[in-house]
Nanobody, 120 residues
C-alpha cells in the first residue's frame, strides 16, 4: 500500500507564495512520475504540474513562470513552489503519484488534498 501525505496549503494574499510538499511512503520500487492537480467546486480536476523521475516537467499554461515543480527521488517527495499567486489559483490541490509497486506493476495514487486560498 502506498500513501501520499501532503502539506503546505493555506491562506495567502495575492502575489504571495506557498510551497506544497507531498511525500510518498509504503512499498515503492520506484517512482515514475509525481505531480499536482487542483479542483474547484463544480469543475473537473485539472493538471497543475507533473514531473517525471528523470526530471521532465509539464505545466498548465496558466502557471508557467510562476510555479516550479521539483522532485527528490531519494525521498519519494515532490514539491510545488507557487509564486505570484492569484485568486484564480484558489483550489484544493491534490498530489498524484505513479509508482512501481511490484517488479511488473505500476499504480496511480492520490493524496487527500490540501486547500490553497488566495485572497486579500
Amino acid at each position: 500500500q502506498v500513501q501520499l501525505v501532503e502539506s503546505g496549503g493555506g491562506l495567502v494574499q495575492p502575489g504571495g507564495s506557498l510551497r506544497l510538499t507531498c511525500a510518498a511512503s509504503g512499498t515503492i520500487f520506484g517512482v515514475g512520475a509525481m505531480g499536482w492537480y487542483r479542483q474547484t467546486p463544480g469543475k473537473q480536476r485539472e493538471l497543475v504540474a507533473l514531473i517525471q523521475s528523470g526530471g521532465t516537467t509539464t505545466y498548465q499554461d496558466s502557471v508557467k513562470g510562476r510555479f516550479t515543480i521539483s522532485i527528490d527521488n531519494a525521498k519519494n517527495t515532490v514539491y510545488l513552489q507557487m509564486n505570484s499567486l492569484k485568486p484564480e489559483d484558489t483550489a484544493d490541490y491534490y498530489c498524484y503519484a505513479n509508482v512501481r509497486v511490484t517488479i511488473l506493476r505500476r499504480a496511480d495514487y492520490w493524496g487527500q488534498g490540501t486547500q490553497v486560498t488566495v485572497s486579500s
